[in-house]
Structures are given as C-alpha cells and as structure tokens.
C-alpha cells in the first residue's frame, strides 16, 4: 500500500498572532511547524502501515526552503520519503494553485518511483487559514473519491472503508481506490520522535519539485498571478468582555437578577 501525506507549513498555533503595522497578521517570528491535522493524518498512516506491516508513506509539501526542518520530522515519526515542492512561482497561490501543485507533484513522483498512490492523506484544514479545502480540490484534479473528516480507515478487496466525523455522530463511508481522504482528530495523538529515528531523519534526503515539473495546466493555475482568490483584508475578532458575577444572598435572588438582566438585554 502505497500512501502519499500532504503536510503543510503553519505558524506555531499555540502562540497567539496580532496584527503588524502593515495591516497583516504579525508571523515572521513565530515558529513554524507541521499543520496539527497533517501530524494526525501522518500518524494514521503510520498506525495503518504499522498494522499492514508493509507499505511506505511519502510526505510532500508545497513551501519554502525552510520548510525542510517539518518534513524531516514527518521522516523520523513515520514517512519513509519527503519531496519538497519549491520554487518562486509557487509564491502566493490559492487553494486552485496548490491544489495544481500538488497534484502534478504526485505525478511527477508516481512517475519517478514507477508507482501509483493509493491512498492520499491531507489533514481536514489548515491551522493558518482554516479552509478545509485542500484534500476536496485535489481529489478533484487527481480525478479520485474524497472522504472527509475522517478518523479511521482500512482497507481491504473493495477499497477503503472510513469513519468519518460529523456533526450529528459518525458514519461508515466506503470508496473504491486511490482515493483521497481529509484527516480530523483521531481519539490519540500523534508520537514524539525518538533520538534514533531523528537521527536517521537527518541522514534522509528531501527531493525537490520546482516549476518546470508541472503541467502546461499547474503552471496556469499557480502563483499570486494567477490565483482567482484574493485576501482583501485581515483583521482581528472583537475581543470578548468579561463575564458578570451574579451573587445575591440566595440562590432565588440570583437566578431573579439574571433572569432580570437577560431580559433587559433582550436575550429573553
């Protein structure tokens, strides 16, 4: 079973992200790691291939160069291979584009390793934008089923079986193979790396995809040219005020001036 995981670069989600001066969210010093659905998505592959007891997980990622130190954490937590997919004219493309991206990167890498993924893994979204676009658009441009928010999978003579995640519980959903399945939280989290595996990590090569890789189709869809969607502005949600501490001389009279409040407020 030949698995393929989708890893993204994000700003550090534990550290809270202002405004800068310039009217743009505030991240060039913030940490950069793994999108958190992306290191559940990768632990499920390898909990999967674990399993199997065969198979290889390729990690790639469209990004910059700096974008190396998470992928060669991806190799020491489970993937067996990493591209990077870098290059100028990538910068600035929308979901369209890295969607393109990354479907002519797969290819390119089917076609270099004589193979064909069977399962493509991208997390549910991405922590920076939250989106949760990606894994659909490109399922739609490799030509494959998607299955979304999915928190278990298997497989066997049929296709892939996955439980999928929804707002009223859970549901059982089946497709035929290769497909493309968008990973939310499991019920655990993804390992540490151990020394041994970070050392061996460090030895891996990272393979590159630039420009001239993609399709006639890709190069049309990539970069800030070409990107159809547009951030116009960003800015920070209004800041919650603080709550109000109801405590009269009994039970009665709080519930009494609460009820008196909300119905003030118009809530009531």
């Known amino acids: 079973m030949n698995i393929l995981l989708c890893a993204k670069q994000v700003p550090d989600d534990a550290v809270e992200v202002s405004m800068g001066a310039d009217g743009k969210p505030a991240i060039d010093k913030i940490d950069k790691v793994v999108n958190a659905f992306d290191t559940y998505a990768l632990e499920m592959a390898a909990r999967f291939k674990e399993a199997a007891g065969e198979g290889e997980i390729t990690v790639l990622c469209v990004g910059p160069d700096d974008a190396k130190n998470g992928l060669k954490n991806c190799l020491a937590v489970g993937g067996d291979y990493a591209y990077l997919a870098s290059d100028e004219a990538f910068e600035g493309s929308d979901m369209q584009g890295i969607a393109s991206i990354l ?56 296709g892939v079986s996955a439980k999928q995640e ?31 595996a970070k050392l061996a990590a460090r030895k891996k090569p990272i393979e590159a995809v630039a420009a001239d890789a993609l399709s006639d189709e890709g190069k049309a869809a990539a970069g800030e040219g070409n990107a159809k969607l547009k951030i116009l502005r960003s800015y920070e949600p209004p800041k919650k005020e603080s709550g109000v501490k109801i405590q009269e001389e009994s039970d009665e009279d709080s519930a009494l001036a609460a009820v008196k409040m909300m119905t003030e407020a118009k809530v009531l």
């Not at 290819?107 to 991405?126: L, P, S, W, Y």
């Not at 519980?169 to 989290?189: C, E, F």
């Open 166 to 196: 929804t707002e009223e519980g859970y549901r059982t959903v089946a497709a035929d193979l290769p497909v493309v399945l968008t990973i939310s939280k499991p019920d655990y989290d993804p390992r540490f790396p151990k020394i041994k």
């Open 103 to 158: 479907k002519d990167a797969i290819r390119k890498i089917e076609a270099d390793k004589g193979i064909a993924f069977d399962i493509v893994c991208t997390g549910k979204e991405a922590t920076d934008m939250a989106l949760g676009q990606g894994g659909i658009l490109l399922a739609d441009k490799l030509g494959t089923g998607v299955i979304t928010n999915v928190i278990a999978f298997d497989t066997d003579e049929n």
